[in-house]
T-cell receptor, first 114, second 112 residues
Framework: GENVEQHPSTLSVQEGDSAVIKCTYSDSASNYFPWYKQELGKGPQLIIDIRSNVGEKKDQRIAVTLNKTAKHFSLHITETQPEDSAVYFCAVAGGGTSYGKLTFGQGTILTVHP | NAGVMQNPRHLVRRRGQEARLRCSPMKGHSHVYWYRQLPEEGLKFMVYLQKENIIDESGMPKERFSAEFPKEGPSILRIQQVVRGDSAAYFC??????????FGQGTRLTVV
């Protein structure tokens, strides 16, 4: 089955700095790559996603890049703010399955210091 | 437009009891997925359902766990004869099919 590795497990930055989280996956048939943000006591919130027919997608301060050859994708957050502090999960789906059947990475605890 | 609704938010059960977790998908969504999140871990897929059908239950434990999504009403995840190892957060997600999945706030099950 699919295997997703996420790094780093914790990330601490100063407000205004950039944060980068990376994930690798094993199944070359995967074609959907979402990122979720989870705050304490809440459910995962979809923040951005990318499909395998594009290499990069940007939404304000958040961007995702995808390298299908190397089977890795990354989340980039610029101009970080304290409210960006949360756990971030990458996920992978595809190979003919629904976009809701996801394999998640282990998560990255992001802390943004004021 | 209400999001994915899960209830109860918190559930305490004694060992050996049954736990029933409910999930109402977003309006217009006919696909439901259940995930389990153990403390300090990521989410693990359990089961994928459409109305009255189980599409993929490859992540469901072989015993004590079952799920349904009836024609009318919410999807139900049922855990029989709960044990301490079942303590976790259980999340439901819904999608319109080939589209993004949106998660509910979860049910936190504690087995005492």
């Amino acid at each position: 089955g699919e295997n997703v590795e996420q790094h780093p497990s914790t990330l601490s930055v100063q407000e205004g700095d950039s944060a980068v989280i990376k994930c690798t996956y094993s199944d070359s048939a995967s074609n959907y790559f979402p990122w979720y943000k989870q705050e304490l006591g809440k459910g995962p919130q979809l923040i951005i996603d990318i499909r395998s027919n594009v290499g990069e997608k940007k939404d304000q301060r958040i961007a995702v890049t995808l390298n299908k050859t190397a089977k890795h994708f990354s989340l980039h957050i610029t101009e970080t703010q304290p409210e960006d502090s949360a756990v971030y999960f990458c996920a992978v789906a595809g190979g003919g399955t629904s976009y809701g059947k996801l394999t998640f990475g282990q998560g990255t605890i992001l802390t943004v210091h004021p | 437009n209400a999001g994915v609704m899960q209830n109860p938010r918190h559930l305490v059960r004694r060992r050996g009891q049954e736990a029933r977790l409910r999930c109402s998908p977003m309006k217009g969504h006919s696909h439901v997925y259940w995930y389990r999140q153990l403390p300090e871990e990521g989410l693990k897929f359990m089961v994928y359902l459409q109305k009255e059908n189980i599409i993929d239950e490859s992540g469901m434990p072989k015993e004590r766990f079952s799920a349904e999504f009836p024609k009318e009403g919410p999807s139900i995840l049922r855990i029989q004869q709960v044990v301490r190892g079942d303590s976790a957060a259980y999340f439901c997600a819904s999608s319109p099919g080939q589209g993004e999945a949106f998660f509910g706030q979860g049910t936190r099950l504690t087995v005492v």
